[in-house]
């Protein structure tokens, strides 16, 4: 029990960026977590997509404690084992030959467009400009605000940094149209989380893809959502048949130790000694905690068991939308799933779930999202289910 108003303090103190929920959770365990009360609460957020295994898994609890005892940081000018261990494991796991560790997705996905820019100045006549799609979001610096096609984030911050050219989404045609003589890269989420939960159609991908061969330019593929098992596979361009040749990754992969990275294959991969760098990236405790996370998830085929559990999640959501007027429909694939309502009620619901002991997440003014932990079982999903159908049949 606590005596103190987190909320009041967090008024006082914080900069006022988010729409917090009013819930302060102390503790987690599995796919719970509890608030200051001693409430219990089944977690379909997952700290937004980013708690893999759930919350304190063993595993990684105990590869924390080890590392931590072991050895927690030193600098990149050094060597050291955790780190290469990692880039080991998720290059045997992935169409990617290197790796650059970053702290966040941002970051790498900024550190990708840099070794974009790099590869342009190299092989592309100084081309630098990165096409981007409309309602991606690729993170919060000034960069990744311009590549992230979204109005509400870019007007705020004007003049932001040159080199984006932003496009409609799922329109290989405005690609085409958009790419002249200075574009170096497409950068694009295979299935775009924040902007609501949205998959695009079947042949685009392959088709940006072959475009992105015919003209010479690099694909990065943004997978900070996406990756690490959340779409039922390791990774979501293996549902695609494309390979990228920059692959962005964080929220997932250390399950809640933050780290990001960005994967290049070999021709791509051409920053010399000295082009970019980190202090905190790729240290040993981060990299301890992701190889835990990461390897868990590949020696448990944990993807193969998200593929399952989310096609009946999505089921269920389906069924919702056959039963209930207020559902309209329901997307995503793996556990990264939306239900869109019929009207702006998502904030009213998200609450109305927070008193029924289950967090999900207000994506959209009439869309919620689902990023439970991707060790979530039939039972939890049948339990959200619920929750969601008593709501919505009141709503
Ligand atoms: C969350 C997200 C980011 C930004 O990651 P941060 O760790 O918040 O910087 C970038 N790209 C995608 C696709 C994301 O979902």
């Not at 998200?306 to 559902?327: C, H, I, S, T, Y």
Request: negative net charge; proline residues 5%; aromatic residues 8%.
């Amino acid at each position: 029990m606590s005596q103190t108003n987190w909320h009041e303090v967090e008024a006082t103190l914080y900069l006022t960026t988010f729409r917090r929920i009013p819930l302060t959770i102390v503790r987690g365990e599995g796919m719970r977590v509890w608030d200051d009360h001693g409430k219990e609460y089944l977690d379909f957020v997952g700290g937004w997509a980013v708690n893999a295994l759930g919350h304190c898994h063993p595993v990684l609890v105990e590869a924390i404690e080890r590392q931590a005892r072991t050895l927690i940081h030193t600098s990149n000018q050094f060597y050291t084992i955790p780190q290469l261990e990692l880039a080991a494991l998720l290059v045997n796991n992935s169409c990617m030959d290197r790796v650059f560790f970053a702290n966040s997705g941002v970051e790498s996905a900024e550190g990708a467009v840099k070794l974009a820019r790099r590869y342009g100045k190299l092989h592309l006549d100084g081309a630098y400009e990165v096409i981007t799609v409309g309602d991606s979001f690729h993170g919060r610096t000034l960069a990744m605000t311009a590549a992230t096609a979204q109005q509400k984030y870019q007007e705020l911050y004007s003049p932001l940094p040159p080199g984006f050219v932003n496009v409609e989404w799922n329109d290989v045609q405005a690609i085409r149209d958009a790419t002249g003589p200075n574009t170096c890269a497409v950068m694009l989420e295979p299935l775009q989380g924040e902007a609501g939960v949205r998959i695009p159609a079947a042949d685009y991908l392959p088709q940006v893809r072959q475009w992105c061969d015919e003209k010479g330019i690099l694909l990065i593929l943004d997978e900070v959502q996406t990756g690490i098992g959340r779409t039922g596979t390791l990774f979501a361009y293996e549902q695609a048949n494309i390979e990228p040749d920059i692959l962005v990754l964080a929220k997932g992969l250390a399950s809640g130790v933050p780290i990001g990275a960005f994967l290049a294959r070999e021709r791509a991969s051409v920053f010399q000694p000295g082009d970019h760098g980190s202090t905190f990236g790729g240290n040993p405790l981060a990299c301890a905690a992701a190889y835990a996370v990461v390897n868990y998830i590949v020696e448990n085929n944990i993807p193969a068991h998200v593929a399952r559990v989310g096609a009946r999640f999505l089921d269920k959501l389906n069924g919702l939308v056959q039963e209930l007027p207020m559902a309209s429909a329901a997307r995503g694939r793996g556990l990264l799933l939306a239900l869109v309502l019929e009207r702006d009620i998502a904030q009213d619901v998200t609450l109305e779930c927070l008193n029924h002991g289950l967090l999900v997440n207000r994506v959209r003014p009439n869309a919620i999202r689902f990023m439970p932990p991707l060790i979530a079982t039939d039972e939890d999903i049948d339990e959200a289910i619920n929750i969601l159908r008593t709501i919505l049949a009141s709503a």
